[in-house]
């Protein structure tokens, strides 16, 4: 393998949100990165994680980030795993008209040529799967099937939707920093900086699955505290 040299900015992404907060999928490619990486002098200058569920393909903000992070370090970006996204057009075109410059890991040939095809056939399959999806309905509405919501279903207002989804979010992050009040307990003498530094050293991912900062530690004391 080629040793590498210079600045390097992360991104790794899972598919759902619970894989996020349980780091499946995201130890596995942060050692796979390392791993591709090891050799020659290199320095990872930031990490970006991306939880995405896959509905909402058009929504990277973890991408954006690492590719701003990229042009600030004059740092090339280090993607994981680029097959798991070799169908999603609109990460393939952002990243080949980012002006950055890339590598993947279990695609170390890719070059901007190579994502600009893989995105027209991504986008090509995309009108394709949209076509037959309507022909498919079309065809079960001339059977007499009935589309839609059954007569009398009431669909949730989206404030009780938000009101419900902010109810989960808060208690998921309570029982997270559950989970991690011995741990804080034993850093307790330490500033949100250094408690920071050494969940990292340990290997304890976020509740995300990112890297710690003093302000994710001081909102988790500050749960606990509550």
């Not at 999603?88 to 990243?95: I, N, Q, S, T, V």
């Not at 950055?100 to 009108?127: S, W, Y």
């Not at 969940?199 to 699955?209: E, H, N, P, S, V």
Request: with cysteine; charged share 25%; proline share 3%.
């Amino acid at each position: 393998m080629v040793p590498h040299h210079g600045k390097f900015v992360s991104y790794l992404r899972v598919s759902t949100k619970r894989q996020g907060q349980s780091g499946l999928g995201l130890e596995a490619q942060r050692a796979a990165v390392e791993n591709f990486l090891n050799g020659g002098r290199w320095k990872l200058v930031e990490e970006l994680v991306e939880i995405e569920s896959g509905k909402d393909s058009d929504n990277r903000p973890a991408l954006a980030q690492a590719l701003k992070a990229c042009r600030i370090y004059r740092a090339t970006l280090v993607i994981a795993k680029l097959d798991r996204l070799s169908r999603d057009a609109h990460f393939l075109l952002g990243l080949q008209k980012a002006g950055v410059e890339f590598v993947t890991v279990d695609m170390p040939h890719a070059n901007k040529l190579t994502v600009g095809i893989m995105a027209l056939v991504a986008q090509q399959e995309r009108e394709f799967t949209s076509q037959r999806t309507k022909e498919a309905l079309q065809a079960a509405k001339a059977r007499g099937v009935r589309l839609g919501q059954p007569k009398g279903h009431k669909i949730p207002s989206s404030r009780k939707t938000r009101a419900r989804g902010s109810a989960a979010n808060a208690a998921a992050a309570l029982a997270f920093a559950e989970r991690l009040r011995p741990v804080l307990t034993e850093l307790e003498g330490l500033s949100a900086n250094a408690a920071a530094a050494e969940l990292d050293r340990r290997g304890i991912a976020t509740m995300r699955g990112g890297r710690w900062h003093a302000r994710s530690i001081i909102e988790v004391r500050a749960r606990l505290q509550g």
